[in-house]
């Protein structure tokens, strides 16, 4: 397929945190880049997809896919998960309803740290893993995936970021993702490596596509 610059792109999500940091990490001019607010006056109601998938890459195709063919635009979808290697790999893709559907941050990160208490002497070693979809209508265009390997503390700190932020320590590091700046935390976070990697991938289409 040919990619044009003269389309915008959608950030499928109605999570306001995520527009931020996906936006802030893409490679591309201001106007090129919108929300699903944007196209609600003319499109209805932003879509809430089933995410009934196993892996973060089903979850990721199945939003892109519906906000695609709700936008009749480019939509660009994540899916992410906190795996805990002491927990076999739990959340996992249930991260974001850990705790129940309507759960909160604090509810998740609250049934994290009681589970990880709950197995004295276990590990705490945890990796983060972001997988980016691109759609077009139907169609997966491009795909990629971050991942950051870390450790879950004892207990939140700061007050900064979003989900399991106040409770993981990346490797190598001195605060935990909460604790640091948007930007030092979008160097080395799952997120932001998998939106440097993306939007690698989207320039040299669309750099492609001018050329065809």
């Given at each position: 397929?040919?990619?044009?610059?003269?389309?915008?792109l959608l950030?499928a999500?109605?999570?306001?945190?995520?527009h931020?940091?996906?936006?802030?990490?893409?490679n591309?001019?201001?106007?090129?880049?919108?929300?699903?607010?944007?196209?609600?006056?003319?499109?209805?109601?932003?879509?809430?997809p089933?995410?009934?998938?196993?892996?973060?890459?089903?979850?990721?195709?199945?939003k892109?896919r519906?906000?695609?063919?709700?936008s009749?635009q480019w939509?660009?979808?994540?899916d992410?998960?906190?795996?805990?290697?002491?927990?076999?790999?739990?959340?996992?893709?249930?991260s974001?309803?850990?705790?129940?559907?309507?759960a909160?941050f604090?509810?998740?990160?609250d049934?994290?740290?009681?589970?990880?208490?709950?197995?004295?002497?276990?590990?705490?070693?945890?990796?983060?893993?972001?997988?980016?979809?691109?759609c077009?209508?139907?169609?997966?265009?491009?795909?990629?995936?971050g991942?950051?390997?870390g450790?879950?503390?004892?207990?939140?700190?700061?007050?900064?970021?979003?989900?399991?932020?106040?409770?993981?320590?990346?490797?190598?590091?001195?605060?935990?993702f909460?604790?640091?700046?948007?930007?030092a935390?979008?160097?080395?976070?799952?997120?932001?490596?998998?939106?440097?990697?993306?939007?690698?991938l989207?320039?040299?289409?669309m750099t492609?596509?001018?050329?065809?």
């Amino acid at each position: 397929m040919t990619l044009s610059a003269d389309r915008p792109l959608l950030i499928a999500s109605g999570n306001p945190n995520k527009h931020r940091e996906i936006s802030q990490a893409l490679n591309l001019p201001p106007e090129q880049v919108i929300t699903p607010a944007d196209l609600e006056s003319d499109r209805g109601a932003t879509p809430d997809p089933d995410e009934t998938g196993s892996t973060l890459l089903e979850n990721a195709i199945i939003k892109a896919r519906e906000f695609s063919l709700w936008s009749g635009q480019w939509a660009l979808a994540d899916d992410t998960g906190l795996f805990v290697e002491g927990l076999n790999g739990d959340p996992g893709v249930y991260s974001a309803r850990y705790a129940g559907e309507n759960a909160t941050f604090s509810d998740n990160i609250d049934k994290l740290l009681k589970n990880l208490a709950a197995r004295e002497g276990i590990t705490r070693e945890a990796h983060f893993s972001c997988v980016l979809v691109l759609c077009d209508g139907d169609e997966v265009i491009l795909s990629v995936e971050g991942r950051c390997n870390g450790q879950i503390t004892e207990s939140p700190r700061g007050e900064g970021g979003f989900g399991y932020d106040p409770v993981f320590l990346p490797d190598g590091e001195t605060q935990t993702f909460s604790e640091m700046s948007p930007e030092a935390k979008n160097q080395i976070s799952h997120r932001g490596l998998a939106v440097r990697q993306f939007s690698q991938l989207f320039e040299a289409a669309m750099t492609e596509g001018k050329k065809s």
